[in-house]
């Protein structure tokens, strides 16, 4: 277990500098003479984080797949430079909550949020608010209604609930403000979600050779 922790702190510590490389990327005006400096520095890079990989349906060592917990999720994962990244925290009540201010790497229109990144921050937390209730599942279903543009570089909070639950089916719902107007609604959310048969889920997640319960029906 504390090799895990010291790795996931190696991992971290590279994803908030490729984060950083992101940005400058997604920014930069240098000249073509840099440019082309840095991309052989950065095929230099790839090259040599390429030496051991795992395959791409293994799970890495930093995970905690039982839980849910990817530490290479593209939404909260410190180790992934293009995850905002969101941090997020849940109760067992079937709410959650995710803090996130986003940059130049997602940007959609000029100066404003990507609309597919805010349906995938609301995506999050629906799922987030499900799996702490104690409800496996997978997103049935995402509706999403964007109520303002979402600014580029303005702290923002995603907030979520359950709703009703029948069987395997789990409703919840999200919200997203800015978190120096939190009576404005930037976007909102209802999500269904989907809890995989035991037999089913052994199948959906046989390639990664493990078994997963996060996303399968609880009691």
């Known amino acids: 277990m504390r090799e895990r922790e010291v790795r996931r702190e190696a991992v971290g510590e590279l994803g908030a500098a490729l984060r950083d490389l992101v940005d400058a990327a997604v920014r930069t005006e240098v ?11 950065a095929r230099q890079l790839a090259a040599s984080l390429r030496a051991e990989t795992r395959g ?8 905690d797949p039982s839980t849910g917990e990817r530490w290479y999720s593209p939404v909260y994962g410190p180790g992934n430079p293009v995850a905002p990244p969101m941090e997020a925290s849940s109760t067992p009540d079937g709410r959650a909550t995710g803090r996130v201010t986003l940059g130049k790497a997602h940007e959609g229109p000029p100066g404003l949020v990507h609309g597919g ?3 995938t921050l609301l995506d999050h937390v629906l799922a987030r608010a499900v799996r702490a209730a104690g409800r496996g599942g997978l997103t049935a279903t995402l509706t999403v209604t964007y109520r303002r543009p979402v600014q580029l570089g303005v702290p923002l909070v995603a907030t979520a609930e359950i709703g009703t639950t029948d069987g ?6 999200a919200r997203i403000v800015a978190e120096d107007d939190p009576g404005s609604t930037l976007a909102e959310a209802e999500g269904l979600f989907v809890a995989l048969r035991p037999e089913r889920a052994a199948d959906v997640f046989a390639p990664t050779g493990r078994d ?7 009691t």
């Open 56 to 63: 791409l349906h293994d799970i890495a060592t930093v995970d």
């Open 117 to 119: 990144v805010v349906a």
């Open 212 to 218: 997963v319960d996060a996303w399968t029906t609880r």
């Open 31 to 41: 000249s073509l003479d840099e440019l082309a400096a840095a991309t052989a520095g």
């Open 168 to 173: 395997r089916r789990t409703t919840a719902t």
